[in-house]
């Protein structure tokens, strides 16, 4: 069994900064991406950032040059740094990683974590 536990979340004012981590626990083979979405009040869930195992990021449009994603493979851990945090990225942000564990035999799934509120204020 896997689990995703998130921490991090808060209230903060316009301008500042949160930083968000996931860790990873369980029957662990690897983990390939990581990645942090967010879903809004009355929105669809989005891709915020995504960390490839191998090096790659890729981040929505909105938050380019706000937030980096970090990942610490040895701990299967995930990072969110956010900066210059504006109201409109008020959401629940949701932990995601595509793992590969090992149960009589090999298998690959996409595992959730069960969200942390961000709230901006102006």
């Known amino acids: 069994q896997v689990q995703l536990v998130e921490s991090g979340g808060g209230l903060v004012q316009a301008g500042g900064s949160l930083r968000l981590s996931c860790a990873a626990s369980?029957?662990?083979?690897?983990?390939?991406?990581m990645g942090w979405y967010r879903q809004a009040p009355g929105k669809q869930r989005e891709l915020v950032a995504i960390?490839?195992?191998?090096?790659?990021?890729n981040y929505l449009d909105s938050v380019k040059g706000r937030v980096t994603i970090a990942r610490d493979n040895a701990k299967d851990t995930v990072y969110l740094q956010m900066n210059s945090l504006k109201p409109e990225d008020t959401a629940v942000y949701y932990c995601?990683?595509?793992?590969?564990?090992?149960?009589?035999?090999?298998?690959?799934?996409?595992?959730w974590g069960q969200g942390t509120q961000v709230t901006v204020s102006s």
């Open positions: 995601n990683a595509d793992i590969r564990t090992w149960s009589g035999g090999y298998a690959v799934k996409a595992y």
């Open positions: 369980g029957s662990i083979v690897s983990i390939n991406a």
């Open positions: 960390s490839i195992r191998g090096g790659s990021t």
